[in-house]
Structure formats: C-alpha cells, structure tokens
C-alpha cells in the first residue's frame, strides 16, 4: 500500500478531473485495476501527462521487435520484484 492516498478525480478541479477519469479509464482497460503509481502521479497533472506520454512513447516505438521488449520487461520486473 503507498504512503500517499491516490488521487479521487471528485476533489480536482474540472479539467484536471476529467484528465485522471480518462487516464484511469486507459489504466484499468490496460491492466484490469488502477494500479499506486498511477493513482498517487495523478495528483499533479503535469506529471501525468509526462507519464503517459513516456508510456505510449515506449510501447509505440517500433525499434526494438515487440517480443524483445517483453522480454526485458519481464527480465527487469523479475529482478525488482515488480508483479507486472
């Protein structure tokens, strides 16, 4: 559990709120739950939108082939002890 509550889209302000329902939507379609990191960066909505940017950044780039890239994810969550 993080130290910091996630963010509740209720409590922003209309735009920002509007930003993190739709950044929760894509999250949880994703992955099924909307997971800490994302609930507790939607609290500065700047931030977020540089994560999500990153995000769609790396699962666009077609560099590197797409089984290479699952891959090192489950390579890099294996040695963090990340569940993803």
């Not at 939607?42 to 990153?54: E, S």
């Amino acid at each position: 559990m993080a130290r910091i509550a996630g963010a509740d889209p209720k409590r922003q302000g209309w735009l920002s709120g509007l930003w993190t329902r739709i950044v929760y939507g894509m999250t949880k379609r994703k992955l099924g739950h909307i997971v800490a990191p994302v609930q507790v960066t939607a609290h500065h909505t700047r931030i977020l939108w540089g994560y999500g940017q990153m995000e769609q950044s790396l699962a666009g780039s077609s560099l590197v082939d797409a089984g290479l890239k699952h891959l090192a994810e489950l390579r890099v969550a294996t040695l963090v002890g990340c569940p993803f």
